[in-house]
């Protein structure tokens, strides 16, 4: 018996178990890219337009650090605005993939012995892993396909558009061959999502320092070796060899390296904990914050580092839309509101989806916990169901309330440094922690799923899908109000371009209330692990 054997059958075997997630993968995907190239065009209807965002994006560091170097914009085009506007999120889109379905299908099922299964018949020690790299590399071609497509029926050149959806799948593939080796190196498989999520920050900020400085790092970074491809600027597809070479080479060493460990085990070595928990960690509030807390730390970091981003650019948003009438008129709907004051609210709308993923995955930690079997030894016990599921919603709960304010933070801080006024910090704090009534509405939503609807509280993701397409695409999509008014963010007063509103945060409040008392009540007249 080969090392791949059984790999025919463990493909279909991964296809069968993601035949939910790998289309709304290629579906979400591939629909964002589209409709952002669909969106520049009427945006940028002339060359002096485009000329314009050149110069605004020539030699800002905020820019550069958010979106790329700019490669070719001394002679732009409307593709090298695509691409400045697009590459980096997709590469990143496409990276996120790569790291949550490869790792649901390798360490993962390790995690759940379900692997232990799979291996005690006729299959070769790879090809479970082998299957899992097939299918998520097939899926990221898809999306690829279809992005290029979409660019070019957009009226994008040809050869560009296949650039900068090549680009997308070279990085793809480098974070296929990166999750596999975390996979074989990690002892579980939060922690080989932990390992991947470093890898990617890290490429992040070696390619922002060396697009700002001009310098050797980009070429540190996977993400600056995609980008080098040069899309709709001269194109250099030899980048993209470096991406395919370079992931192909961890897939290879993810395959070595599973033959020096055991089966559930990884390279690295558990930490022992104590051998008696620390008083605080001895309630179920406790053990949840124990589970959480890196969690919370990270989003939180994250999310203060996008916010000053924004925060950095908001003194010079004027200048940056002065000509364009139809950006401007999307900052600027809200009446009597400054060109500031509405990016300031647009971005801590943004912030805020961002926020609501956080709170989903925190939501759903409680299905993780059931499913694992690590909450029936609780159960067992005195602990009954809601106060254990009550544990964890606290934790969530106080959770989103510390990403938002560091969301603020973030954005006020930087706004701060560059309009010179510090008040601007408590500020902006205080009009991102606005919006966490909303937030909480959708994690209500998914502890209701939970509760109720067990088999279909994965389901809750697709709340966040369409709070990002009112959100972010409802004006350019012309949808119409009612489709506006089912994200639970439409009805957050838009500080700080809107006066403050306090009726439809007690509604939203209670709503999340309602929404969490159902799950709630769902969770005690089911059976565990329904």
């Known amino acids: 018996m080969s090392t791949l054997t059984g790999l025919g059958r463990m493909t279909r075997l991964v296809l069968r178990r993601d035949r939910v997630r790998l289309p709304v993968w290629i579906v979400g995907s ?33 820019l550069i650090a958010m979106a790329g170097p700019g490669y070719g914009m001394d002679d732009p085009n409307i593709g090298q605005i695509l691409v400045n506007e697009v590459q980096l999120w997709g590469c990143i889109l496409l990276a996120l993939m790569s790291m949550f379905l490869v790792n649901r299908h390798t360490r993962a099922e390790e995690d759940v012995e379900r692997a232990d299964v799979l291996r005690s018949s006729v299959v070769g020690r790879h090809a479970p892993t ?51 080796v975390a996979a074989q190196i990690s002892g579980t498989g939060r922690g080989a999502l932990g390992l991947a999520g470093i890898v990617l920050g890290a490429s992040f900020v070696l390619r922002a320092l060396g697009d700002i400085g001009e310098n050797a790092l980009r070429w540190l970074s996977p993400l600056g070796w995609a980008q080098a491809v040069r899309a709709f600027a001269g194109e250099a597809f030899w980048t993209l060899g470096l991406c395919v070479g370079f992931g192909f080479g961890l897939v290879i060493a993810a395959f070595w390296l599973s033959t020096q460990r055991n089966l559930g085990s990884g390279l690295l070595p558990g930490r022992l904990g104590r051998s008696t928990a620390p008083q605080w960690m001895r309630s179920p509030v406790g053990l949840a914050f124990r589970l959480h807390r890196a969690s919370i730390a990270s989003w939180s970091i994250g999310i203060a580092l996008f916010g000053a981003i924004y925060g950095s650019i908001a003194n010079d948003i004027e200048e940056m839309i002065a000509d364009n009438e ?29 926020a609501t993923a956080y709170a989903i995955s925190a939501a759903l930690r409680i299905r993780t916990e059931e499913g694992s079997g ?119 007063p838009g500080l700080p371009a809107e006066q403050m509103r306090i009726l439809p945060l007690v509604m939203l409040t209670a709503l999340a209330v309602a929404l969490t008392a159902a799950g709630l009540v769902g969770l005690r007249v089911r059976d565990v692990r329904a």
């Open 374 to 492: 690590r909450a029936e030894p609780i159960l067992a016990g005195p602990i009954d169901r809601a106060r254990w599921a009550m544990s964890h919603l606290i934790v969530a709960v106080v959770g989103t309330v510390l990403v938002m304010a560091s969301a603020g933070f973030g954005l006020g801080l930087a706004y701060a440094f560059v309009s010179g006024d510090s008040s601007q910090v408590l500020r902006m704090v205080g009009a991102a922690l606005v919006t966490v009534p909303a937030v909480l509405v959708i994690a209500g939503g998914t502890v209701a799923l939970f509760g109720l609807l067990p088999r279909m509280a994965l389901a809750a993701w697709g709340f966040l899908a369409v709070a990002v397409l009112v959100g972010i695409f409802g004006q350019l999509l012309r949808l119409p109000q009612w489709s506006r008014d089912l994200s639970p963010l439409s009805y957050v």
């Open 326 to 354: 139809i950006y401007a008129d999307f900052l600027a709907q809200l009446q009597g509101a400054s060109l500031v004051d509405s990016f300031l609210a647009t971005s801590i709308n943004l912030l805020a989806l961002l």
């Open 130 to 180: 082998a299957a899992a790299l097939i299918a998520v590399t097939a899926a990221e071609a898809v999306v690829a396909v279809i992005s290029a497509v979409g660019f070019v029926a957009s009226g994008y050149a040809v050869t560009g558009s296949i650039a900068l959806a090549a680009s997308f799948l070279g990085l793809g593939i480098v974070f296929v061959g990166v999750t596999a």
């Open 30 to 62: 591939s629909a964002f890219l589209v409709i952002s190239a669909l969106s520049l065009p009427p945006l940028y209807k002339d060359q002096a337009s485009i000329d314009q965002y050149a110069a605004l994006t020539r030699g800002n560091p905020a």
